[in-house]
Nanobody, 122 residues
């Protein structure tokens, strides 16, 4: 059974940190990623990591502030978010693909979690 369950969202002040986690089950996922969606905006890719190589890719908006990681033995995905800004406020989604998809196109990811809310106040 495919399940992606996010946790770790919450409210934080500008400059603060949060760590998101995603517990995955169902398949061996070759690529896992985090997306986010703010009210009235399109879903945006944040970061992606490959299972085999551990290669990471980040959106320009989060480079140097966010770190994606994966524990293959536990099949969990994490996103460490530092120096959070109000523009980071969004619902954050864990997503996965059984293929090593390139980039952060949401159409390439078949499996999605329900999301966890991150709110950053100024």
């Amino acid at each position: 059974q495919v399940q992606l369950v996010e946790s770790g969202g919450g409210s934080v002040q500008s400059g603060g940190s949060l760590r998101l986690s995603c517990a995955a089950s169902g398949y061996t996922y070759e690529a896992m990623a985090w997306f986010r969606q703010a009210p009235g905006k399109q879903r945006e890719g944040v970061a992606r990591i490959y299972r085999a190589s551990g290669l990471r890719y980040y959106a320009d908006s989060v480079k140097g502030r966010f770190t994606i990681s994966r524990d293959a033995t536990k099949n969990t995905l994490s996103l460490q978010m530092n120096s959070l800004q109000p523009e980071d406020t969004a619902m954050y989604y864990c997503t996965a693909s059984t293929r090593a998809v390139v980039g952060l196109n949401p159409n390439h990811y078949k499996y999605w979690g329900q999301g966890t809310q991150v709110t950053v106040s100024s």
